[in-house]
């Protein structure tokens, strides 16, 4: 099997991220591949929590304050080259994906050669646990239409974060993580559309999303600000304003 680094990102996700782990532990790929939580600087326990199961083989990469889920992952993406490994696996650090359906996202690339395999909550096979807020609902609807139009090609869950990439394609120098308007929401829908925009075979694959209870807060995402950075990357690629 090739080497794959499995990496929730969080931000003072306690509670959540404790369930995540707990959860991913016992999942049947536990053995098999890698697991790092990246911590976006988090100062509510999360960095103490997560060093509690240090014994279990979880490992942590902490930024020393909050950059940004995007800086999130492209220190994730970078630490991931670094030590060799060949894919790696987004996924959220708030327990809304299940790690029993990381294997969906490696099959297609480990034996068929792709090289993003995007997850999504509306193929045939996948689905919403919990309750999730209208205006997400609204929301992630909208955003594979735009970027569909765009890219002229199918995609049904863009902002889904729960993902698996092969790095190889980050020697490409048109994916360009290193720009600072990527800090933030931006980064995700940016490395899709150029990936795809790109010719890079990808596909996407049923998974399940699951909202925790209202109490335990459903998002850190603000509906207009957090909304309007997920979606500039797409008309700006889109209409040829940024590369």
């Not at 993003?116 to 609807?141: C, F, H, N, W």
């Not at 790095?167 to 993580?177: A, E, H, P, W």
């Not at 109490?215 to 590369?243: A, C, E, H, N, Q």
């Amino acid at each position: 099997m090739a080497r794959v680094l499995v990496c929730p990102i969080a931000y003072n996700e306690n509670v959540k991220l404790e369930s995540a782990i707990k959860r991913f532990s016992t999942c049947s790929l536990s053995r098999s591949v890698d697991y790092v939580v990246m911590d976006d600087g988090s100062n509510d326990g999360t960095t103490e929590m997560i060093r509690s199961f240090t014994d279990k083989g979880v490992r942590t990469i902490k930024h020393p304050e909050s950059r940004g889920v995007g800086a999130a992952i492209r220190t994730a993406i970078g630490y991931a080259r670094e030590n060799g490994y060949e894919i790696i696996v987004i996924m959220a650090g708030n327990d809304k994906d299940d790690p029993e359906q990381i294997d969906r996202l490696l099959r297609p690339i480990i034996n068929d050669g792709y090289d993003l395999v995007q997850g999504s909550r509306y193929l045939e096979g996948g689905g919403i646990g919990g309750d999730m807020p209208l205006y997400r609902k609204v929301a992630t609807r909208i955003h594979p239409m735009l970027m569909s139009f765009f890219l002229k090609k199918k995609v049904t869950d863009s902002t889904n974060g729960f993902r698996a990439i092969r790095l190889d394609i980050f020697n490409d120098s048109r994916i360009n993580l290193d720009q600072d308007w990527l800090n933030r929401y931006e980064l995700e829908p940016y490395i899709l559309f150029q990936a795809i925009r790109c010719g890079y075979r990808f596909c996407e694959v049923p998974v399940t999303k699951i909202y925790p209870l209202k109490k335990l807060g459903y998002t850190k995402m603000k509906p207009v600000i957090g909304w309007w950075s997920i979606l500039r990357p797409v008309f700006l690629l889109g209409l040829g304003m940024r590369k």
